[in-house]
């Protein structure tokens, strides 16, 4: 079943919608509460199909990438150096470098179910890299609306190569999304931007990993970037659903960053609200969360809310300084938005939101090579000299 958030009403499986006819809210999974022990994953291969019996889709129908199974590495040294136990889920070693790859197998499937042939979204860039890929391999037209000169060039260079059909909109992400829901509403496409609630249940996966990644149990916390608010909700709901199941004990405390130029949802947790404003023009060198209007926000804010969380904000400049600090305290190379886990991270330690000692895992959503004008902008450009060894010496020498 389908349900929705608000009113409660009930719809099936197979219905095409995306928000509640009774009342236009959004929609939900109902959890199918499978009867399986935890037992039943053990000797299966590290993909988020790992947990298939937690996937409302017909099994034989799945398409996929082998998605999910992502790194889960202890970060000791910046760990040590904020006074909390550091874990980072790196979402960058999808099969398109983030996790839009877990919403779009489980999505690309409920496509396969349902017998569509065309399918689309509006992206601030990773949605259309996942969307192109996974398109492409169920054999489905794909469309994709893009915010004209505001997507990392790896992004627009995976969509385009995959095959999709690109189109650049005048406008920002929340009125790209607007316009394609107007088509998808019109039966023209099977719209798989986070307002379909299949993109969230593959994404709920994060969150089974990461309590499966710490021998069942639940972090202290969960620490994400924020921007159409889909995952905070996801990883949310599968933390909820391996509770009720019985798998662990306790639930993380889900914890939102937000870019200062786009943090509805930070906004709204500040002033204790159960809705948001949003936000205009929302600007942020994190391209990934510069959205005014979360989709989901709802959702997001009844995660922060119930699981005793926190929102914050933070600047472009903490976000960038943050990528540098894990790319070179850790060897972990990520996408602004990405890093504004990290950057969060040390603002609420700084701030004594976080206690010291805290279990703590950032999911780091997209991989460093997402955005390289922004990586090469942060670096000096590299000497160059003559291939010889007396000019290489004076160089590494510094003599
Ligand atoms: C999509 C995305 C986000 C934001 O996720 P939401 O579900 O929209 O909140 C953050 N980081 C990256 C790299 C993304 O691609
Ligand atoms: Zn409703």
């Not at 979204?121 to 969307?131: F, I, K, V």
Request: with cysteine.
């Amino acid at each position: 079943m389908i349900r929705c958030i608000s009113c409660g009403a009930e719809y099936g499986l197979d219905e095409i919608i995306y928000t509640c006819p009774k009342c236009g809210s959004i929609l939900e999974v109902v959890p199918l509460r499978p009867d399986v022990s935890k037992d039943v994953f053990e000797c299966r291969k590290s993909t988020m199909w790992k947990y298939k019996e937690f996937m409302p889709v017909d099994e034989s129908k799945i398409v996929s990438l082998e998605e999910g199974g992502t790194p889960f590495c202890k970060c000791q040294k910046l760990g040590d150096e904020l006074g909390v136990e550091l874990y980072v889920k790196v979402e960058g070693s999808n099969p398109t470098g983030s996790f839009k790859d877990r919403g779009m197998s489980v999505g690309i499937t409920k496509a396969m179910e349902l017998g569509v042939d065309t399918v689309g979204c509006a992206s601030t860039g990773n949605t259309s890299a996942s969307l192109a890929a996974y398109a492409t391999r169920a054999g489905k037209r794909c469309i994709v609306l893009l915010p004209s000169g505001k997507v990392a060039l790896g992004k627009l260079a995976q969509a385009m190569f995959h095959g999709a059909e690109v189109i650049s909109i005048k406008g920002n992400f929340d009125e790209a999304l607007e316009a394609i829901t107007a088509l998808a509403l019109q039966g023209k496409l099977y719209l798989l931007n986070s307002i379909n609630p299949f993109r969230l249940e593959g994404q709920k996966s994060i969150g089974f990993e990461i309590v499966d990644d710490l021998g069942w149990k639940s972090p202290d916390r969960i620490i994400l970037p924020v921007g159409n608010a889909g995952n905070i909700s996801a990883i949310w709901k599968g933390v909820k659903e391996f509770y009720e199941a019985g798998f662990i004990n306790d639930l993380p405390m889900m914890t939102g960053i937000q870019a200062e130029g786009a943090a509805p949802i930070a906004n709204a947790v500040r002033a204790g609200k159960n809705e948001i404003v949003p936000v205009e023009n929302p600007e942020t060198i994190a391209t990934a969360i510069r959205i005014g209007a979360p989709v989901s926000s709802v959702k997001a804010l009844r995660a922060i809310y119930d699981s005793d969380g926190l929102a914050e904000t933070v600047t472009d400049d903490e976000i960038l300084s943050a990528q540098k600090l894990l790319a070179r305290t850790e060897g972990i190379g990520v996408e602004p938005a990405s890093a504004a886990s990290i950057a969060g991270l040390k603002k609420l330690v700084e701030t004594g939101s976080i206690d010291k000692g805290e279990q703590i895992v950032c999911v780091v959503t997209g991989h460093l090579l997402k955005d390289p004008n922004t990586a090469i902008d942060a670096c000096v450009k590299p000497v160059e000299v003559d291939a010889d060894i007396n000019a290489l010496l004076s160089i590494i020498t510094g003599k």
